[in-house]
T-cell receptor, first 112, second 114 residues
Framework: DADVTQTPRNRITKTGKRIMLECSQT?????MYWYRQDPGLGLRLIYYSFDVKDINKGEISDGYSVSRQAQAKFSLSLESAIPNQTALYFCATSEGGGEKLFFGSGTQLSVL | GENVEQHPSTLSVQEGDSAVIKCTYS??????FPWYKQELGKRPQLIID?????GEKKDQRIAVTLNKTAKHFSLHITETQPEDSAVYFC?????????????FGKGTLLTVNP
């Protein structure tokens, strides 16, 4: 089945380290998103991309960067991780012209 | 930007009872309102959605209602079952050309007690 795959599933890192979270999809969707989930805060949009040459900031982009390497790949980087970036990170996709989001299985990131 | 408020944050019901979760939004230009269900340890999944030109939509035991004038929408689950236990998120589209960039509520933890 077509899916959205995130790697790694879990990651523990130290303050100040650079870390990359990767997302790949076999759904053939043009649009890709990175969300962050914190208990009691819901899902907040970090970055989104509507095609390979289109990158847009979401509501909480500070401290993060992204790269859309191909239609199927969208990676999220933390240049210098800090403890308050400890969260569950979800990648998601949607069809061009469609609003339904398909989420990946998530990456639990802990910054010590 | 869009602001979505969701209530209650937790809801506990007995199996067979109904559950209602309410959301309000700030941007009158918003036109798409989905609901996502996230079971423990799983990814969020769309369960139902409604557009601004429709007042109510049903799918078996779940329904969503929309009041555009008051800028609020609600999820109704009837005859609740233990497998309905999950976190539910409402969402709304933004405005100003940001269609499909959803703003989510903070979630409601629904517990259905057998």
């Amino acid at each position: 089945d077509a899916d959205v795959t995130q790697t790694p599933r879990n990651r523990i890192t130290k303050t100040g380290k650079r870390i990359m979270l990767e997302c790949s999809q076999t759904k053939g969707h043009d649009r890709m998103y990175w969300y962050r989930q914190d208990p009691g805060l819901g899902l907040r949009l970090i970055y989104y991309s509507f095609d390979v040459k289109d990158i847009n900031k979401g509501e909480i982009s500070d401290g993060y960067s992204v790269s859309r390497q191909a239609q199927a790949k969208f990676s999220l980087s933390l240049e210098s991780a800090i403890p308050n970036q400890t969260a569950l990170y979800f990648c998601a996709t949607s069809e061009g012209g469609g609003e339904k989001l398909f989420f990946g299985s998530g990456t639990q990131l802990s910054v010590l | 930007g869009e602001n979505v408020e969701q209530h209650p944050s937790t809801l506990s019901v007995q199996e067979g009872d109904s559950a209602v979760i309410k959301c309000t939004y700030s941007d009158s230009a918003s036109n798409y309102f989905p609901w996502y269900k996230q079971e423990l340890g799983k990814r969020p999944q769309l369960i139902i959605d409604i557009r601004s030109n429709v007042g109510e939509k049903k799918d078996q035991r779940i329904a969503v209602t929309l009041n555009k004038t008051a800028k609020h929408f609600s999820l109704h689950i009837t005859e609740t079952q233990p497998e309905d236990s999950a976190v539910y998120f409402c969402a709304a589209t933004g405005s100003g050309g940001s269609n499909y960039k959803l703003t989510f509520g903070k979630g409601t933890l629904l517990t259905v007690n057998p």
